[in-house]
């Protein structure tokens, strides 16, 4: 039986978490939580860090210091086992090219050791739409297509956490929304999903929580409708608002600035 404090406890548990590129500290500090049940949305102007963040939970970086847990596993001294808990959302350049989607699915359920019969792979495909498209190649894919397919194969093995990098630059609003369903699909069946998002629009239709970082701090952390409560009369929030209403993209700017990032 589960305890109360088994629970509770986070998929994933970044702690004072710091990245060093040269003398330049890119991730300063950086602590949070996500928790099964939830999307948590890390939100942040060009070259705040939160690529180097997801990088580090990823194993691709060595971080300066902190420690990164994911399902109770350190990714520095139990890194197969913390993998092995985590799905990463790949490029569509990172597939095989001369094979097609349902060669790819196959292909990367044999990698992650599961064995899924060819009624799965038709089964995973007719969930994205995609059960006309098994014969294709991935190049032969539409952009949202393509990450549609994409997010099936890194949770081909049920991992607890989702890490997603920017998932819906550049897709329609169409595609844009299937992808949110898809991963509220996963959140409603109690995975944790982590992604980065430059669109405040996608943060507050999906992510239960959010952390604003710039330059390399989290600066905010809390749920996208609490933090427009607690900020909606601040001055700087105030002089950027449009139409009148405040929303999270204006909290955004009001907490990081108008400066345009190099
Ligand atoms: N390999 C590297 N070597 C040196 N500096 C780097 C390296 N990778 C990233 N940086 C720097 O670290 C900082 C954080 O970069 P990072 O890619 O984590 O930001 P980001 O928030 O993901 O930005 P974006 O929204 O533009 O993708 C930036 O100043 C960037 O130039």
Same mark, same amino acid.
């Given at each position: @039986?589960?305890? %109360?404090? %088994?629970?509770?406890?986070?998929? #994933?548990?970044?702690? %004072?978490?710091?990245?060093?590129?040269?003398?330049? %500290?890119?991730?300063?500090?950086?602590?949070?939580?996500?928790?099964?049940?939830?999307?948590? /949305?890390?939100?942040?102007?060009?070259?705040?860090?939160?690529?180097?963040?997801? !990088?580090?939970?990823?194993?691709?970086?060595?971080?300066? =210091?902190?420690?990164?847990?994911?399902? /109770?596993?350190? &990714?520095?001294?139990?890194?197969?086992?913390? *993998?092995a808990?985590?799905?990463?959302?790949?490029?569509?350049?990172?597939?095989?090219?001369?094979?097609?989607? =349902?060669?790819?699915?196959?292909?990367f359920a044999s990698i992650y050791g599961v064995? #899924?019969?060819?009624?799965?792979?038709?089964?995973?495909?007719?969930?994205?739409? #995609?059960?006309?498209? =098994?014969?294709?190649? &991935?190049?032969? #894919?539409?952009?949202?297509?393509?990450?549609?397919? !994409?997010?099936?194969? !890194?949770?081909i093995h049920?991992p607890?956490?989702?890490?997603?990098?920017?998932?819906?630059?550049?897709?329609?609003?169409?595609?844009?929304?299937?992808?949110?369903?898809? @991963?509220?699909? $996963? *959140?409603?069946?109690?995975?944790?999903?982590?992604?980065?998002?430059?669109? @405040?629009?996608?943060?507050?239709?999906?992510?239960?929580?959010?952390?604003?970082?710039?330059? /390399?701090?989290? +600066?905010?952390?809390?749920?996208?409708?609490?933090?427009?409560?607690?900020?909606?009369?601040?001055?700087?929030?105030?002089?950027?608002?449009?139409? /009148?209403?405040?929303?999270?993209?204006?909290? $955004? +700017?009001?907490?990081?600035?108008?400066?345009?990032?190099?």
């Amino acid at each position: @039986m589960i305890n %109360q404090q %088994q629970a509770a406890a986070p998929v #994933l548990a970044v702690s %004072q978490l710091n990245v060093q590129y040269g003398a330049f %500290q890119a991730v300063k500090d950086v602590s949070f939580e996500v928790h099964a049940g939830e999307i948590f /949305g890390l939100l942040g102007p060009n070259g705040a860090g939160k690529t180097s963040t997801l !990088s580090a939970i990823e194993g691709l970086l060595h971080p300066a =210091s902190g420690s990164i847990t994911v399902a /109770g596993f350190d &990714i520095r001294e139990q890194p197969l086992h913390a *993998r092995a808990n985590m799905g990463v959302q790949l490029q569509a350049t990172s597939f095989q090219p001369e094979l097609t989607i =349902s060669e790819i699915i196959r292909l990367f359920a044999s990698i992650y050791g599961v064995n #899924l019969k060819d009624a799965a792979v038709k089964q995973k495909l007719a969930e994205i739409n #995609l059960e006309e498209a =098994s014969g294709k190649k &991935i190049s032969q #894919l539409s952009g949202g297509q393509q990450q549609r397919v !994409s997010l099936v194969i !890194s949770t081909i093995h049920n991992p607890q956490l989702v890490l997603l990098d920017e998932p819906t630059t550049g897709l329609d609003p169409q595609s844009r929304r299937q992808l949110w369903e898809r @991963m509220e699909h $996963f *959140r409603n069946n109690g995975h944790a999903v982590l992604l980065t998002t430059h669109s @405040m629009e996608e943060a507050e239709a999906v992510c239960d929580r959010i952390a604003i970082i710039d330059h /390399g701090r989290i +600066i905010a952390i809390d749920t996208p409708e609490a933090l427009i409560a607690q900020h909606r009369d601040d001055p700087a929030v105030l002089s950027v608002v449009r139409k /009148g209403k405040v929303t999270l993209e204006d909290v $955004f +700017i009001g907490l990081t600035g108008t400066a345009v990032r190099s």
